[in-house]
């Protein structure tokens, strides 16, 4: 069965301090990884990684992924109290199937 | 706004009634999906359409649970004589057609049953 294996499942931090947050999973032929934002509501997509060493980034935010030793994560830098969410990794389960699995997410709390 | 949209927000019933979820996806995407998320886990995947064809279930779609989407547009999800199990946050998800395409997702609608 697909497994998708977050860590931490709790991280408190101070404004300020970079964080990386650790992604592995076990996909019968693999695709995709995706990572999304969850604070009191909707999952907001972050980004979607499917080839090895290309890190995506976004502001303070970036990506990366490793095919060979089937693990991705997610680094912030300069965290700010926003930042402050729950962390989702998913992928897209076997092959042709369009269903995502997802860890069980990473919950960061930035103080100020 | 033009986002994934869900209706109700939050929903309160007894067990033993029956519930409908709606969901009105992104209007340009193809696929919508269906996800049950309970505290401290990551979203379930439950169901998924294209247009108005139902292409995936999961093992967790019992048969107390009935999803449609008849025109391809919006769709709802139908909880049949709830089960304090069923409490959860069922969420909605669009996307366009393609390969890897990623989810967008609505606020989901919070079931509490009591």
Request: aromatic share 10%; glycine share 8%.
């Amino acid at each position: 069965e697909d497994k998708v294996v977050q860590s931490p499942l709790s991280l408190v931090v101070h404004e300020g301090d970079t964080v990386t947050l650790n992604c592995s999973y076990e996909v019968t032929n693999f695709r995709s990884l995706l990572w999304y934002k969850q604070e009191k509501k909707a999952p907001t997509f972050l980004f979607m990684l499917t080839s090895s060493g290309i890190e995506k980034k976004s502001g303070r935010l970036s990506s990366i992924l490793d095919k060979k030793e089937l693990f991705s994560i997610l680094n912030i830098t300069a965290t700010q109290t926003g930042d402050s969410a729950v962390y989702l990794c998913a992928s897209f389960s076997q092959g042709g199937s369009e269903k995502l699995v997802f860890g069980k997410g990473t919950k960061l709390t930035v103080n100020p | 706004d033009t986002g994934v949209s869900q209706d109700p927000r939050h929903k309160i019933t007894k067990r033993g009634q029956n519930v409908t979820f709606r969901c009105d996806p992104i209007s340009e995407h193809n696929r919508l999906y269906w996800y049950r998320q309970t505290l401290g886990q990551g979203p379930e995947f439950l169901t998924y359409f294209q247009n108005e064809a139902q292409l995936e279930k999961s093992r967790l779609l019992s048969d107390r649970f009935s999803a449609e989407r008849p025109k391809g547009s919006f769709s709802t999800l139908e909880i049949q004589r709830t089960e304090q199990g069923d409490s959860a946050m069922y969420l909605c998800a669009s996307s366009p057609t393609g390969a890897n395409q990623p989810q967008h997702f609505g606020d989901g609608t919070r079931l509490s049953i009591l």
